[in-house]
């Protein structure tokens, strides 16, 4: 039997009514396919959100005509399939909580669903409207089957291309329990694009996952299985280095990697289209969120997907495998929720333009207010507005 959980079912437990949806500048209801959506933005960029799920789905320059977004549009793909949309929030950029890979066959009779359940229940708004000098929207979500309170702020402050993005995770448990919490950052076509956009990272410890078959979902694995490599040079079936930065100019194919991104304060992963001179990218501490899977989802037609996935846990496993394994190069694969606390994470996201010769993400630092983006390929560099202390 499938649980249903009314908007007003979570206003009443978590003893807050929902913010009226008023109508002002910066703010608005909006839609996504269809789909109820809102819009948060601010003098330089654009951000929808579903309250269905709370996935970050469509990310544009305001100055944009094109409106180009970098997120990836499973709706969208959906469509061109000839198939219903998908119900729930797994578009875009989506959280896995309490949960990341599939459930096990118990949770799963249970009720839960893969990649937990905050991508598929209804998220109340808190708070919505301007706070200072940022578009703020709140929102929360009830986890009834695990019995946490998942709750997410995004903020979006005048003159600057970031989206702020603090969350907290909430249990109503009276014992101490391990959680799995990944951000499950996609980017998708057209703004990913074959043998032209390409994605970087902040230094890391890889390996290419291990698996069983040498095929995925009817897709070809282009790595070998279970290998630690230097990214972004991995190997191959055949014993060749495979550059991961970029999709292969042909072919389908499925693969994963995981990626150990401590050894400093603040990590980074990018997505650059060189030819359309945009950048995307998240910022993210390793303190709370070690670990990034990359995924990568290359049908031979159709829309392609790549996830930037950081969090708790290298790979999305059931939660029973990743606390058996417990560690992956010394670290810790999933995050202790205390009983009756709360535990918070907090990244930012941008979306910017950059000079026609750039090529690559080499460093990115924020100091004194600014991210300081390099590319010491080219030598070219850009400053952008971080105000926001995170």
Request: proline residues 6%.
């Amino acid at each position: 039997m499938r649980f249903a959980l009314s908007v007003s079912a979570v206003c009443s437990f978590l003893g807050l009514l929902a913010v009226p949806a008023l109508a002002q500048e910066g703010i608005a209801n909006s839609d996504f396919h269809g789909q109820p959506a809102v819009a948060v933005s601010n003098d330089k960029i654009s951000l929808k959100v579903l309250p269905l799920g709370g996935a970050m789905v469509s990310l544009v320059l305001t100055d944009d005509a094109e409106k180009n977004s970098p997120l990836w549009d499973s709706y969208q793909a959906d469509i061109d399939a000839g198939k219903p949309i998908r119900q729930g929030g797994s578009v875009g950029h989506f959280v896995c909580v309490d949960g990341f890979g599939s459930p096990s066959p118990e949770e799963r009779a249970a009720g839960l669903s893969g990649h937990g359940e905050a991508h598929t229940l209804p998220w109340v708004t808190q708070e919505r409207g301007k706070n200072w000098d940022a578009m703020r929207l709140k929102m929360a979500v009830q986890l009834p089957r695990v019995r946490e309170v998942f709750t997410r702020t995004f903020e979006l402050v005048e003159g600057e291309n970031i989206v702020y993005v603090h969350s907290t995770l909430q249990s109503l448990l009276a014992f101490d329990r391990p959680v799995c919490w990944t951000e499950h950052a996609t980017i998708g076509t057209p703004f990913l694009e074959r043998g032209t956009t390409v994605v970087d990272l902040s230094k890391n410890r890889a390996l290419a996952r291990p698996y069983d078959s040498s095929r995925l979902r009817g897709m070809q694995r282009r790595l070998e299985s279970d290998k630690e490599f230097d990214w972004p040079m991995a190997p191959g079936l055949s014993g060749e280095k495979i550059d991961l930065r970029a999709a292969p100019s042909e072919g389908g194919s499925i693969d994963l990697t995981g990626h150990l991104m401590t050894g400093r304060k603040y990590a980074y992963v990018t997505a650059l289209h060189p030819e359309k001179h945009l950048l995307f990218g998240y910022v993210f501490k390793p303190a709370e969120s070690p670990w990034l899977q990359n995924w990568e989802f290359y049908p031979a037609k159709g829309q392609m997907a790549r996830g930037l996935e950081f969090g708790t846990q290298a790979f999305g496993l059931p939660r029973r495998a990743v606390v058996t394994a417990n560690r992956l190069f010394g670290e810790l694969l999933y995050r202790w929720l205390p009983a009756r606390s709360i535990i918070e994470s907090k990244f930012l996201m941008f979306w910017t333009r950059v000079p026609e010769e750039f090529v690559a993400v080499t460093e990115i630092e924020w100091t004194n207010g600014q991210l300081h983006i390099q590319d010491a390929k080219s030598g070219k560099s850009i400053k952008l507005k971080a105000t926001r202390p995170f």
